[in-house]
T-cell receptor
Framework: EAGVTQSPTHLIKTRGQQATLRCSPI?????VYWYQQALGLGLQFLLW???????NRGNFPPRFSGRQFPNYSSELNVNALELEDSALYLC??????????FGPGTRLTVL | AQSVTQPDIHITVSEGASLELRCNYS??????LFWYVQSPGQGLQLLLK??????LVQGIKGFEAEFKRSQSSFNLRKPSVHWSDAAEYFC???????????????FGKGTKLSVKP
């Protein structure tokens, strides 16, 4: 069974640009979560989607947004990139009420 | 406030020695508890989980953890560490109740494990 996949593996952008990160959940999972892992800040919750709707978001500005598609895949968009957005972005999927399984992450570097 | 504390930032153990990584949580609802492991530059792999029932849970790679409600702890243990166990370990707490769930996990800051030959 394929795990959670994320693309791209690495992404390099400059300040002010927009970044789009993608995630495909484990087959059958309806929930997708996004986390940011920045140096020194640990793992911070960004967004949770389930059945195509945003269910919860963490303490991040509105320039962090996303969506979930009918096939349950998801994308995370980060607008007006800032240097401090450089981080590993992790996607996880689950069936609501069960444990979360993580993908390998997308390393975003903002120059 | 909901939080997870991993008091040890970095631990070094000799190969073959026993290991215990500490985790304390503060959570208002019934906690569901997890341990994840992360190798450098990689995603997180679930080691084990506690939802209910037996407070001693077994996981993959020979790890186990014990839930102690009175101490708000969920410490991870392994009787004999292998060099391949060197990684960063994260304790997490969440609520998986339908309807009332916030969905997200709250993670500790992690404990980096180094293994001496």
């Amino acid at each position: 069974e394929a795990g959670v996949t994320q693309s791209p593996t690495h992404l390099i952008k400059t300040r002010g640009q927009q970044a789009t990160l993608r995630c495909s959940p484990i087959s059958g999972h309806t929930s997708v979560y996004w986390y940011q892992q920045a140096l020194g800040l640990g793992l911070q919750f960004l967004l949770w989607y389930d059945e195509g709707e945003e269910r919860n978001r963490g303490n991040f500005p509105p320039r962090f947004s996303g969506r979930q598609f009918p096939n349950y895949s998801s994308e995370l968009n980060v607008n007006a990139l800032e240097l401090e957005d450089s981080a590993l972005y992790l996607c996880a999927s689950s069936l609501w009420g069960n444990e979360q399984f993580f993908g390998p992450g997308t390393r975003l570097t903002v120059l | 406030a909901q939080s997870v504390t991993q008091p040890d930032i970095h631990i070094t153990v000799s190969e073959g020695a026993s290991l215990e990584l500490r985790c304390n949580y503060s959570y208002g609802a019934t906690p569901y508890l997890f341990w994840y492991v992360q190798s450098p530059g990689q995603g997180l792999q679930l080691l084990l989980k506690y939802f209910s029932g037996d407070t001693l849970v077994q996981g993959i790679k020979g790890f186990e953890a014990e839930f102690k409600r009175s101490q708000s702890s969920f410490n991870l243990r392994k009787p004999s560490v292998h060099w391949s166990d060197a990684a960063e370990y994260f304790c997490a707490v969440g609520s998986m109740n339908y309807g009332g769930s916030q969905g997200n996990l709250i993670f500790g800051k992690g404990t980096k494990l180094s293994v001496k030959p």
